[in-house]
């Protein structure tokens, strides 16, 4: 009885391992709506995975296949195993191949992640932009400063950079501008012309960091990142506390090796979702050089952009005199949608602060209040962003 019993063992444990499941389903299913914090769930979720639309209950979509399509995927995705069927699987992709098995990821030379999209943009420079849209552009973001300078506000715009042009050698063999990417024609020429034309104070912060990046010996963006790093934020924050000064102060810093890397740092590797993702990279840290300032009370400032603000603010937050930051940026929903969203910082506060009304009303005060105002676009979607229209309608609101 014995000897059967170990033999048939294998089977006895994938039956109960299947029951768990099924349960472990039951279970999930019936505690989401009204208790979501009962459900079982992996200890290490899956980065970047939006959440799954509910089932089409319609005898259309039935008998189309969709319901029970989405059904079936929506199972999958809510069984606790597949988190690490997930992680296994990219994982064994990454170390067999070297590539990357999440959707908009790829991995280049030297082990250098980049997103799809920035690669696509800068391989396909070349053209001359429409030169009226640009001189539009220039003019709309002109009006913006004028308004904010005769209000008695600092107004500064940022062009941010972007990984596959800042850093072109590392780009994978199979990116089509591979083998030219030293040689790719200067896009940002007639958009730098045209607000220097306007008399519009900004900071080139992708022509920085091509000038800076040879004076570090740590680059100025993490190989498992898409963003800047803190110490390529830093002197971008450097340059406009130049070029506009205002009440955060002269903002100077030191700068030293992380041990490892974390938040936007790690991003891209995050996105991997590896079960072994090697964070161990040079990155840097940041810190105030100097005294805090003389802050009869903490500045106000409106920062409105796109993921490269991230970390400008939190550069901002350790200035001499650390202001509020009210932050805008257009941000996926858990849909997959793209929303406007607003988030506040107490001043000095390192977090990404808490949410807030993203309604005009709300924005229309952020630009009364303000001290400083900050604008920014990096230069793969430069003059298409939608921040812009928007800060401009405040500003006329305003007047």
């Known amino acids: 009885m014995t000897r059967l019993f170990l033999s048939r063992l294998p089977i006895f444990a994938c039956a109960g391992f299947i029951a768990f499941l099924f349960l472990a389903n039951i279970w999930n299913f019936a505690v989401e709506r009204d208790w979501p914090k009962l459900r079982i769930r992996s200890a290490h979720p899956l980065f970047g995975v939006a ?13 189309a296949g969709e319901t029970q399509k989405a059904v079936s995927a929506n199972l999958g995705r809510a069984l606790p195993v597949f988190p690490i069927s997930v992680r296994a699987k990219n994982q064994l992709v990454y170390t067999l191949f070297g590539s990357s098995g999440a959707p908009g990821v790829v991995v280049g030379r030297n082990g250098q992640l980049y997103e799809q999209f920035y690669i696509d943009e ?31 506000k600092r107004f500064v715009y940022l062009i941010s950079p972007s990984k596959a042009a800042r850093y072109p050698e590392d780009l994978p063999r199979s990116a089509p501008c591979a083998s030219r990417a030293a040689a790719m024609p200067d896009k940002l020429a007639p958009y730098r012309a045209a607000l220097d034309e306007r008399g519009v104070h900004f900071v080139d912060g992708a022509g920085l960091i091509a000038q800076k990046r040879a004076e570090y010996s740590v680059p100025l963006f993490p190989r498992g990142g898409t963003h800047w790093n803190s110490l390529g934020a830093a002197l971008a924050l450097r340059e406009m506390t130049r070029l506009a000064p205002s ?72 200035s001499p005199c650390p202001p509020q930051i009210d932050y805008w940026f257009y941000m996926r929903t858990e849909e997959n949608g793209v929303e406007l969203g607003h988030f506040r910082r107490a001043p000095g506060d390192p977090a990404n602060g808490e949410r807030q009304s993203a309604d005009p009303d709300a924005l229309d005060e952020n630009l009364r209040g303000a001290d400083l105002i900050v604008l920014e676009e990096n230069e793969s979607n430069i003059a298409t962003m939608k921040q812009v229209g928007d800060l401009r309608a405040a500003v006329r609101r305003s007047q």
């Open 247 to 318: 009440s955060i102060g002269d903002f100077e810093f030191e700068w030293a090796i992380a041990p490892e890397a974390v938040g936007t740092d790690r991003d891209l590797i995050e996105l991997m979702n590896l079960l072994w993702p090697d964070v161990s990279y040079p990155t840097t840290i940041v810190a105030r050089a100097g005294a805090s300032g003389n802050c009869p009370r903490a500045p106000r400032l409106l920062a409105m952009g796109g993921s490269f603000v991230h970390e400008i603010l939190a550069a901002a937050t350790q």
């Open 122 to 152: 800068f391989c396909a420079r070349g053209g001359a932009p429409d030169l009226a849209r640009v001189t539009q552009w220039a003019t709309t973001i002109r009006e913006i400063q004028d308004a904010a300078e005769a209000a008695g």
């Open 51 to 63: 959440k799954p639309k509910p089932a089409p209950w319609t005898l259309d979509a039935f008998l």
